[in-house]
């Protein structure tokens, strides 16, 4: 059995995240840390195995993440620019304390290789005019984890917020009409939740070739990158 860390359990996708790794028994520890953490009316009756934590992503020396000896590392933890307050803010907590809390969970033993596997946005891109895309792809090439995965999905169907964006309702009747014809526009969370566990458990080495995974990256910071149309396969199988 493996142990798992989760960062950003209550976000839309971590928060189903949560629940597939602690239902699943390939996993002997979970340990959910955070700027918050799930409630305990919210968690599911099989959570002997979960290990909570509030840190401060300001200090991250404090919060002891490598200490867990994490096998695999997910992160589903980001926010949104209106959440954040300024295109500044957006940045340090998609990008630098997804980059910070990464390197904070490694561990100095070489003998104990370690997996991340981090959820990014659709067609990431870091000359994307826009903020999301582009931060995504910033975060994605300085994680240095011997073995990454990046899953990079279309809209997140189904996706559980406090407040709703207008385009993102717009976003979902698109997505969800041209998903009759594609498979790369749009996801239902739970699958996605499902396909990045599945993920974590078998490596890059292991994924299914017809999840049609793909070399990317650059020297020295290579990943493996999963798109939507592979993550509805695995989250599926």
């Known amino acids: 059995m ?30 959910e840390y955070g700027r918050r953490v799930t409630p305990e009316a919210d968690l599911p009756q099989n959570r002997g195995k979960l290990e909570q934590k509030t840190i401060n992503f300001e200090n991250l ?6 200490d867990g ?4 590392v997910f992160v589903t933890l980001g926010t949104t620019r209106a959440n954040a307050g ?16 990464c390197k904070a ?23 994307s005019y826009f903020l999301y895309p582009r931060y995504a792809n910033i975060t994605t ?11 990079r999905p279309g809209f997140l169907k189904g996706a559980q917020r406090a407040n709703k964006r207008f385009t993102e309702t717009i976003a979902g009747y698109v997505t969800g009409a041209a998903s009759h014809f594609t498979s ?13 566990m599945k993920a974590g458990i078998l490596g890059s ?33």
């Open 105 to 127: 969970a490694k561990t100095d033993d070489p003998e104990h290789p370690q997996r991340v596997v981090y959820l990014s946005s659709g067609g990431a891109n870091p000359s």
């Open 205 to 237: 080495s292991g994924l299914p070739p017809a999840v049609g995974a793909t070399k990317a990256g650059q020297e020295d910071a290579w990943f493996t990158l999963i798109d939507n149309k592979g993550a509805l396969v695995l989250g599926q199988e």
């Open 184 to 196: 790369s526009v749009e996801i239902h969370v739970p699958v996605l939740a499902n396909a990045m």
């Open 69 to 72: 000896r994490w096998d695999v």
């Open 86 to 101: 300024s295109a500044e803010m957006f940045e340090k907590i998609d990008r630098e304390y997804v980059v910070n809390a």
């Open 141 to 151: 090439h300085v994680l240095g984890y011997a073995d990454t995965i990046v899953f």
């Open 2 to 31: 493996s142990t798992a860390l989760i960062l950003g359990a209550t976000g839309a996708t971590g928060r189903f995240l949560l629940r597939e790794l602690l239902a699943n028994d390939q996993w002997s520890k979970v340990g």
């Open 61 to 66: 020396e404090a919060a002891g993440l490598k």
